[in-house]
């Protein structure tokens, strides 16, 4: 295999043109075999529910080349798992488990050329998606569906990496309702979002941190990762709400807070107040990884973690833990990469 000519230590979080993505039909009621396509245009009937109604839902998860020279994505049977909550809670035909992960390992086989080489810090990053077809203008379920899943190498998705990043609590703009649709990967939730993210980066901030819809009191989570805190006790601290994704990362660093750092974990509503008493905080994802948090902001009070662009030990170790794990260097007890 010759590698694709790129600079892989400078790849940020945005889009590359790969060889190939993969397609799937839903029709009839049945699911097709892989479509191998090397466009990277979709063609789609003018009613699609996907483009009027939201009916649409996604993933996102990484594949890594380990020290070992293998290639494995992490956790590639949770983002399955979870893709089919998603789509049912919108009425959406689910795409396969067992299929899924199959789409995910070939469709990973087909570009590995684009996967980044160990030790330049990036990784490929695959983004599988299920959008409703049917020209259907009534606000109903689509009868027809297309599963698709590209991939893409990328650097860290918050610039420089392990850089610690200013939090703005946002109280004006919601991004989900306790009962709505929050706690599942649907393209509304971004687009809701997309005004908070925009007024903390133009105050100066890097992300927005939002708070309950119903109480505006307790913390929810940033745009793109989940939050978690640490105590001065040493506790890992992390939000229950029934409007936040609930991340893989985030259930990662829970087993490997307790297990490996033996801390206490856990997860529970946070009162936004907390935040003055934690020693450290940080946001969790799958693109974000763990982005240390430097300070929040909550309306006149900031409370500042950290000075300059150190690192809290803390966040530190659980960085180096997951990522060794990811990467080969430290033993995958759990069974988390699944070699490809
Ligand atoms: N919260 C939101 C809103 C996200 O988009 C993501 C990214 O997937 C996460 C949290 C983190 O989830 P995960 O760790 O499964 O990537
Ligand atoms: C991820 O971490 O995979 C995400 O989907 C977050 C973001 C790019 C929306």
């Given at each position: ?137 009534g606000v109903k379920p689509s009868t027809e569906y297309m599963f698709l899943i590209f991939v893409m190498p990328v650097g860290p998705y ?181 070699e490809i």
């Amino acid at each position: 295999m010759e590698r694709a000519k790129l600079d892989w230590s400078n790849l940020a979080f945005q889009y590359v043109k790969t060889d190939y993505h993969l397609e799937y039909y839903f029709k009839d009621g049945k699911w097709s075999e892989a479509n191998i396509v090397e466009s990277d245009r979709v063609e789609l009937h003018i009613a699609a529910t996907a483009l009027h109604y939201g009916q649409q839902c996604f993933e996102g998860l990484k594949a890594f080349e380990r020290a070992d020279g293998r290639v494995s994505v992490f956790r590639v049977d949770e983002n399955a798992k979870r893709m089919k909550r998603s789509a049912e809670k919108i009425l959406m035909e689910p795409f396969p488990e067992d299929k899924f992960i199959e789409a995910v390992f070939k469709v990973v086989q087909l570009n590995r050329r684009f996967v980044p080489p160990y030790g330049s810090g990036a990784s490929l990053y695959v983004r599988p998606l299920l959008i409703g077809t049917s020209g259907v203008i009534g606000v109903k379920p689509s009868t027809e569906y297309m599963f698709l899943i590209f991939v893409m190498p990328v650097g860290p998705y918050f610039k420089g990496g392990l850089k610690p990043i200013r939090l703005l609590v946002e109280e004006e703009i919601d991004r989900a309702a306790p009962l709505g649709v929050g706690d599942v990967k649907v393209g509304g939730n971004y687009a809701a979002g997309l005004r908070a993210s925009h007024k903390a980066k133009s105050l100066g901030y890097n992300e927005v941190l939002y708070l309950d819809a119903k109480h505006k009191k307790y913390i929810d989570e940033s745009g793109p990762a989940n939050f978690f805190g640490i105590t001065q006790d040493n506790k890992y601290v992390t939000p229950a709400s029934s409007s936040i994704l609930p991340s893989i990362t985030n259930m990662s660093l829970r087993t490997l807070a307790e297990d490996e750092l033996g801390m206490k974990v856990e997860q529970r509503p946070i009162d936004v107040e907390e935040i003055f008493d934690f020693k450290e905080a940080g946001c969790c994802g799958t693109a974000a990884v763990i982005t240390p948090v430097k300070s929040i902001k909550y309306r006149d009070r900031e409370v500042t973690y950290l000075q300059g662009d150190e690192v809290g030990p803390v966040c530190r170790k659980l960085y180096d833990t997951l990522t060794g794990i990811q990467l080969g260097t430290v033993e995958d007890k759990y069974g988390w990469n699944f070699e490809i």
